[in-house]
């Protein structure tokens, strides 16, 4: 499956963002789907998952209660909502997909997208 990140920009702190990431390729409704992030001189880092039907999702705890994901597969494409924005969340962030079951590490997920960059000033 291919994916294509987009949504990502320039923003200040307390802002919102909504990141998209479109599939194509495969059967989308069989594959579990992932955002991750990495910032500069970091390891990449889990942010939240969804699974194939769309009701389980989970979240890195710093970021609960800011961060929604969700998917459409009539538009074959994953979400990510990013609300109250901090500098902290500065990162390019990924989108990847994993068949069957989501999981927080990311060495599990075998197809990724390029990458958006958020840009959260202060």
């Known amino acids: 499956v291919q994916l294509q990140a987009s949504g990502g920009g320039l923003v200040q702190t307390g802002d919102s963002l909504r990141l998209s990431c479109a599939a194509s390729g495969r059967t989308f409704a069989n594959y579990a789907l992932g955002w991750f992030r990495q910032a500069p001189g970091q390891e990449r880092e889990f942010v939240a998952r969804?699974?194939?039907?769309?009701?389980?999702?989970n979240y890195a705890d710093s970021l609960k209660g800011r961060f929604t994901i969700s998917r459409d597969d009539a538009k074959n494409t994953v979400y990510l909502q990013m609300n109250s924005l901090k500098p902290e969340d500065t990162a390019v962030y990924y989108c990847?997909?994993?068949?069957?079951?989501?999981?927080?590490?990311?060495?599990?997920?075998?197809?990724w997208g390029q990458g958006t960059q958020v840009t959260v000033s202060s």
């Open positions: 969804i699974g194939r039907t769309g009701v389980s999702t």
């Open positions: 990847a997909a994993r068949l069957w079951v989501g999981l927080q590490d990311p060495s599990m997920y075998d197809y």
